[in-house]
C-alpha cells in the first residue's frame, strides 16, 4: 500500500484577490500531521507553495499523485488558499454552468481570478482520465471558500447547460470514450471518486483568525487540533467534533463522498 499527498499552499494573490496570512503556516501543519501521525514519509508529500502552484503545475502534480495507483493506496490532496464561485461562459459567451466552484492557482500576472482556476469539472476529467481503481482511498482536503460545491460529476455527463438530442445521447451512453475540456477520458465502471473534506459549504467563506497570536484559518486549526488530540477519528466524528465550533462565525464545513468511507477512520 502507498501513501502518498500533494499539499498546496498559495498566500500571494494581490492585486488579484487579497493575500492570505495563514496558507503557508497550514500546509507544514498538515504535513507534520500526516507524518507524525498517519505513517506518511517525507518523501512521498509534495509542497507546492506561492509562484511554484500555478495552475498546470498543480495539475501536473495531481496526475502524479493519482497516477499508477493501485487498490489500498491513500492518495491525499489539500489545497489551502482562495476559492471561486462564478457563471461560465465559453469565448462565444454561451453559458457553461449555472454556479461552478474552483481552486485559484497563483495568478502570476492574471487579470482574473477565472484564468487560473481549475474548477471541479477540471478536476473530475483530470481524476477520470487517471482511472484511479475502485479501492484505492483518495481523500481532497479543500481548505477555501466555496469548496462544499466542488464535486465530482460522472465523467460521461457533458456540460450541464446542454441536452443533447436522444439519437446523440444514444450514441454517448454506448461511447468507451468522451472528451472533456481537452482530457480524453475513458470511461471505467471501476473508477470510483474523492472523499471531499470541504473547509465550507458552497456559499459559504473560509475565515481566518488570530490563534496564539498567529493568523490561522479556522478550519485547518480545528481539524489539525482534532485529529492530534485523536488521530482515530473517524471522518464523521471529525465533523461532529469541527462543526460546532464553526457554527458561530457561519462557516459549515461538509464532508462528500461514499457513505462507507464516511465512516471509516481518518486516512485508515
Not at 105 to 113: I, K, L, Q, T, V
Request: charged content about 25%; overall charge negative; proline content about 5%.
Amino acid at each position: 500500500m502507498t501513501k502518498k499527498a500533494l499539499i498546496v499552499g498559495i498566500s500571494e494573490y494581490a492585486p488579484l484577490q487579497p493575500n492570505l496570512a495563514s496558507s503557508l503556516f497550514e500546509i507544514e501543519q498538515w504535513r507534520d500531521l500526516l507524518v507524525d501521525h498517519y505513517g506518511f514519509a517525507d518523501k512521498d508529500i509534495r509542497l507546492l507553495a506561492q509562484r511554484r502552484a500555478t495552475k498546470q503545475a498543480i495539475l501536473d502534480r495531481l496526475m502524479w499523485l493519482l497516477g499508477n495507483a493501485q487498490d489500498g493506496d491513500q492518495l491525499v490532496f489539500i489545497y489551502c488558499g482562495h476559492g471561486v464561485r462564478a457563471h461560465r461562459r465559453d469565448s462565444a459567451g454561451d453559458l457553461l454552468d449555472l454556479q461552478d466552484e474552483g481552486l485559484v492557482a497563483y495568478p502570476g500576472g492574471a487579470a482574473d481570478p477565472l484564468d487560473v482556476a481549475i474548477f471541479d469539472d477540471d478536476l473530475s476529467a483530470l481524476y477520470s482520465s487517471m482511472a484511479v481503481p475502485a479501492r484505492a482511498l483518495p481523500t481532497f482536503i479543500l481548505d477555501c471558500c466555496y469548496s462544499g460545491g466542488m464535486d465530482f460529476p460522472e465523467p460521461e455527463l457533458l456540460r450541464k447547460s446542454i441536452i443533447l438530442p436522444v439519437d446523440l445521447a444514444h450514441r454517448n451512453r454506448s461511447a468507451t470514450e468522451v472528451v472533456r475540456f481537452g482530457l480524453h477520458v475513458t470511461r471505467t465502471s471501476a473508477c470510483t471518486h474523492p472523499l471531499i473534506l470541504a473547509a465550507s459549504g458552497e456559499r459559504d467563506l473560509a475565515i481566518e483568525v488570530e490563534r496564539a497570536d498567529r493568523p490561522r484559518s479556522l478550519f485547518s486549526c480545528l481539524a489539525i487540533a482534532a485529529l492530534r488530540e485523536n488521530p482515530t477519528l473517524t471522518y464523521q466524528e471529525l465533523m461532529a467534533t469541527i462543526v460546532p465550533l464553526m457554527q458561530e462565525v457561519a462557516q459549515e464545513p461538509c464532508l462528500r463522498g461514499d457513505a462507507e468511507r464516511k465512516q471509516g477512520q481518518f486516512l485508515k
